[in-house]
C-alpha cells in the first residue's frame, strides 16, 4: 500500500525514485538509484518473513549462499556446472538442515554428505 521514496541521504528533494505497491527499488553506491521491477510479485520476496525461502529460477550458487547464511552451514559443490543450475524451489519455514540438504539433492538429480557445518554435493552418478 502506499508509496515511498528512495534516495540517498542527503540528496535534493524530488532525486531518487518513487515507489509503489509492488516496485523493488535499489540504492546503488554513490547514491544511485534503479527501479528494478515495477509490479513484482513481492510474496516470494518477503517469504523469509515467514521463514520459508522461495526460488524461481534461481542458480543454485545464490540459493546455497542463502542456506549457508540461514543454517549457518557451508555448503560445497564438486561439479561447477551444478553451481549453475537454475533451480526452482521453496524451502518450507519447518525444514531442517537435514531437509534441505536432501531437497536440494533431490532437485540438482545429486546425492550428499554431511560432515559437522560443512554439505557436500555431488553428481549422483560418481
Known amino acids: 500500500e502506499g508509496r515511498v521514496q528512495l534516495g540517498a541521504q542527503g540528496a535534493p528533494a524530488g532525486s531518487g525514485a518513487l515507489l509503489g505497491r509492488g516496485d523493488v527499488g535499489e540504492l546503488r553506491p554513490g547514491g544511485a538509484v534503479a ?3 515495477h509490479g513484482a510479485h513481492l510474496d516470494d520476496d ?7 525461502l522461495v526460488y524461481h529460477d534461481v542458480a543454485m550458487r545464490d540459493v546455497m ?8 552451514v557451508e555448503l560445497r559443490v564438486t561439479d561447477a556446472t551444478m553451481a549453475d543450475a537454475r533451480i526452482t ?3 518450507p519455514g519447518k525444514a531442517t538442515v537435514d531437509d534441505v540438504a536432501r531437497l536440494l539433492a533431490d532437485v540438482l538429480g545429486a546425492r550428499y554428505e554431511r560432515v559437522g557445518r560443512v554439505i557436500t554435493f555431488q553428481p549422483a552418478n560418481r
Do not use: G, H, K, P
Not at 65 to 72: I, K, N, Q, T
Open 65 to 72: 549462499a542463502d542456506v549457508a547464511r540461514w543454517y549457518d
Open 89 to 91: 524451489l521453496t524451502i
Open 46 to 52: 518477503l517469504s523469509w518473513l515467514q521463514s520459508r
Open 35 to 37: 527501479v528494478a521491477v
